[in-house]
C-alpha cells in the first residue's frame, strides 16, 4: 500500500512510537484537522508505528482518522528512513516521532525528526503544508539531504 501511495501522490509519512499515547494522539488529531488541506495539496497523511496490523486498526477506529495507519510491525519502513530506535528500553524497536513528505518521483522534501522521543515535541503542521502546496504548485522545493533533520 504504501509504495501505491508513493507513485501516485505526494505521501506525507507521519511516524509515532506508540498508538493510544498521549502526543501520539495530539499529533494525528491535528493532521486529521488539516487532511481536506493535505487532499487539496495533492497529498495523502499516512500514519506509521511498529505495532501490529489490530493495534493500527483500533487506533484508526479509535480517532476515527481518514486517512490510513499502517503497520511497520518488522520496523523496515522505520529502519530505511532512519528512525528505529535501539533494542533497549522503555521505547526500544519502536519508531522515533517524524513526519517525512516524499513526492511522487520518490524524493524526500521535507524531514522533521523529534530530538527527544519522549518529549511533546510536535512538527510545524503548517510549514508541512506549506511544503506540500509548493509540490502541487510545481515548485522544486529542495530536497533534504538525508541526515537533514529539516
Known sequence: MLLDLLRDKTAVLAFYPSPFGMMCGVELKHLKTMYEEFRAAGAEVVGLATNSVPVMSAWKERLDLPFPQLSDIDGSVSSSYGLLLGKEGY????????????????????????????????????????????????????????????
Do not use: F, H, M
Open 91 to 150: 521505547l526500544g524497536g519502536r519508531c522515533n516521532r517524524a513526519v517525512i513528505i516524499v513526492d511522487r518521483d520518490g524524493i524526500v522534501r521535507y524531514r522533521w525528526i523529534a530530538n527527544d522521543v519522549i518529549q511533546a515535541e510536535e512538527p510545524d503542521y503548517d510549514e508541512v503544508l506549506e511544503i506540500c502546496q509548493s509540490i502541487a504548485a510545481g515548485l522544486r522545493a529542495s530536497p533534504s539531504p538525508a541526515g537533514s533533520t529539516r
